[in-house]
């Protein structure tokens, strides 16, 4: 242990080879904190098809405070507690920041609150560091599976919480993604705000690339999740009057297909029984957004990787 002490108090006592600051990789986060929402939908469709339509809407309020308060107790004790297995005492909670500075109408230094994370008072080598990252993303299929047998407010908290706690572990991921390219042999010492790298840092690519693909993941989020449901409304709505003449007087089943100016392709299945009739609306991304999208995507992750490069004399973070 001596020998150990000995060896780190000589590596700590030089210059940090470069700091990791969360908070710079905003961009990152919102890309990776987008591709987790996609798969937490999808595992949530696999596990309970169903789940979404069966919340309680009566309790919502409840339910998200409820919610959030418990993702925010599991996913911080459960990032304690892999702290406590690798051998960490001195750890405490903290507020982590974004630095925003205002010069209108007078110069202000703001900094705005972006999350909570456990701050650790002792240096740490990078495997040790990365065992205690993901842990609390095991809590998020947990709950999906207990809300699968819960009931009223209690399914929609479980519901809540796994989507909150899923979305809560794209700060660790993003920095899980960080650590793995330093080198095998660096020591990491918590600085609050930042984490002070001794040994390799990342390649200065990777940060880039994960921050252009951050900005190029928020935009497809921002078409397929936000913008495609309107868009999808506004194709059903422009052809209600059509459809439901079509579906009363079809004598046989029948499917019609409606292309939205290349925006949207709505599909009606009708059938018919002699003594009842039913529809189902499905729809597809069509050509013309599906091009937008990609285009703006890789636009964002272009621009961003430009305006990066042209910090490049900066070190990572």
């Keep these: ?18 700091c990791i600051r969360l908070a710079n990789y905003l961009d990152a986060m919102l890309g990776v904190g987008a591709a987790l929402a996609v798969a937490w939908y999808y595992l949530m469709l696999s596990l309970n098809p169903g789940l979404l339509a069966s919340l309680d809407p009566s309790g919502n309020a409840a339910a998200i405070l409820l919610g959030l308060l418990l993702t925010l107790v599991l996913h911080e004790g459960l990032h304690a507690l892999a702290l406590r297995l690798i051998g960490v005492r001195a750890m405490r909670l903290e507020l982590l920041e974004y630095p925003l500075g205002l010069s209108f109408p007078r110069r202000l230094q703001l900094r705005v609150p972006i999350g909570v994370g456990i701050s650790i008072g002792e240096p ?3 495997n040790r560091a990365l065992a205690t990252l993901l842990p609390p993303l095991a809590l998020s299929p947990i709950f999906l599976l207990l809300a699968a047998h819960a009931e009223g407010v209690l399914r929609s908290l479980l519901v ?9 572990c794209s700060g660790d991921l993003t920095l899980f993604l960080l650590l793995l390219r330093t080198s095998r042999d660096a020591v990491i010492r918590d600085e609050g705000q930042a984490l002070a790298i001794y040994g390799g840092c990342p390649p200065a690519p990777f ?3 994960l921050r252009s693909l951050g900005a190029a993941v928020a935009v497809l989020f921002l078409m397929l999740v936000i913008i495609y449901p309107y868009l999808a409304t506004a194709a059903f709505l422009s ?11 079809a004598q046989a089943n029948t499917t019609l297909l409606y292309d939205f100016h290349g925006l949207v392709t709505m599909r009606v299945d009708i059938w018919r029984t002699p003594s009842s009739y039913g529809f189902r609306y499905s729809y597809e991304p069509g050509p013309l957004f599906l091009a937008v999208t990609l285009a703006g995507a890789l636009a964002a992750g272009l621009a961003r990787h430009r305006s990066l490069r042209r910090k ?5 973070g």
């Design 1 to 18: 242990m001596l020998r150990l002490n000995r060896r780190w108090g000589a590596i700590l006592g030089g210059t940090p080879s470069c």
């Design 124 to 126: 740490l080598t990078r």
């Design 160 to 168: 809540i919480a796994s989507f909150s706690n899923t979305i809560g």
């Design 207 to 209: 940060p880039r690339a």
């Design 239 to 249: 052809t209600a009057e059509q459809v439901s003449s079509v579906v009363h007087s």
């Design 312 to 316: 490049a004399g900066r070190t990572p």
